[in-house]
């Protein structure tokens, strides 16, 4: 498998993304991954700029993730957000010690006039990643919430108001404005498109509405799967079940096939609902029924090799229709 140079293109948003990322970065030589990460949760906080993805996958990468909560880091003080606490300063939003030096640096170099994606870039190489993480867009694209409470921003919903209030709409300020990455445009010498386990809502779709995304992925013969978000009913993390139900969809695995449907090719079932196999399939999206839980890192790599393996079989298949 990993005899094969072509590039492999992850879609990703945060913890969930991170973990098959991982997977996928052991079994594929560096230059054989691109992971391209949702910025429309980033937003500017504490005179910061802040890119909770970016960062989420980049700390997982590079094995320095906090476990208990899959963003932030291993190891953490929190000596700053206590003294912020203590002066009445805002600490709904936890930056720890070593995760504020990343906004710091970042702050710094993006006001110097480097872009997110080579301030990104090198990052991840001083923190030993080899694979490439590409920021979806260098321009600022903004998630806003509109909920029974109004409009929101992204952190303001999930973080601050803990993504209580109902979701009506979901919308990306700046994405009609924005340019993509060109690895997302770019679609020569792939092997394969991997949507990863990720809210659809608020994480691929931002990547999805930068301008020429969707056609380019809608144009490609190579094979796009999406790895579901979502086991028995309930996201493995986050809101991405609670926003399936407020913005009328069903509430399954079946729910996100049929909102990728028309962008996917393949769609990675977890056994536990292999009940909905059929029902996917009617779309005219092949299904790979496996488990998809992703605990440990064998998990990760165990359930990354059989998605590479599905996008090989696609492949096969898509040239003999
Ligand atoms: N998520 C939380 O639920 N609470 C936090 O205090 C929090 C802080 C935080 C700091 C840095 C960072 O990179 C991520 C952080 N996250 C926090 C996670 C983040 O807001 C979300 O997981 C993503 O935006 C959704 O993918």
Request: include cysteine; aromatic fraction near 6%.
């Amino acid at each position: 498998m990993s005899q094969d140079n072509r590039r492999v293109l992850a879609l990703a948003g945060g913890v969930g993304g991170a973990k098959l990322a991982l997977g996928l970065s052991t079994l594929l030589p560096a230059e054989a991954l691109t992971v391209a990460v949702n910025t429309a949760d980033d937003f500017e906080h504490l005179g910061l700029s802040i890119s909770p993805d970016l960062d989420t996958v980049m700390y997982t990468l590079a094995g320095l993730a906090n476990p208990e909560t899959g963003w932030g880091r291993r190891d953490e003080s929190w000596n700053a957000m206590e003294a912020l606490g203590q002066l009445g300063g805002e600490t709904w939003f936890r930056l720890g010690d070593k995760d504020l030096a990343t906004h710091v640096e970042r702050t710094r170099r993006l006001r110097a006039g480097e872009t997110l994606s080579t301030v990104t870039r090198d990052l991840a190489k001083r923190l030993g990643i080899t694979c490439a993480i590409v920021p979806m867009t260098d321009n600022p694209v903004r998630t806003v919430v509109t909920t029974d409470q109004g409009d929101l921003a992204f952190q303001d919903w999930f973080v601050r108001l803990r993504c209580e209030p109902a979701v009506q709409r979901v919308r990306f300020a700046g994405a009609d404005k924005a340019r993509a990455a060109p690895a997302l445009l770019d679609m020569a010498n792939l092997r394969g498109v991997i949507f990863c386990p990720s809210n659809p809502f608020v994480s691929v779709a931002p990547i999805l509405a930068i301008p020429g995304v969707r056609t380019a992925l809608q144009g490609t013969k190579r094979p796009r799967v999406a790895v579901t978000p979502i086991v028995g009913g309930q996201a493995i993390k986050g809101p991405a079940a609670k926003m399936l139900a407020e913005l009328g969809h069903d509430v399954s695995a079946l729910g996100v096939a049929r909102y990728y449907k028309g962008l996917i090719d393949g769609f990675v079932l977890d056994q536990t609902d292999s009940g909905l196999k059929g029902g996917i399939e009617d779309f005219g999206i092949k299904v790979h029924v496996t488990d998809t839980m992703m605990r440990t890192d064998e998990d990760k790599r165990r359930l990354a090799a059989a998605t590479l393996e599905f996008v090989d079989a696609l492949a096969r298949s898509l040239q003999h229709s």
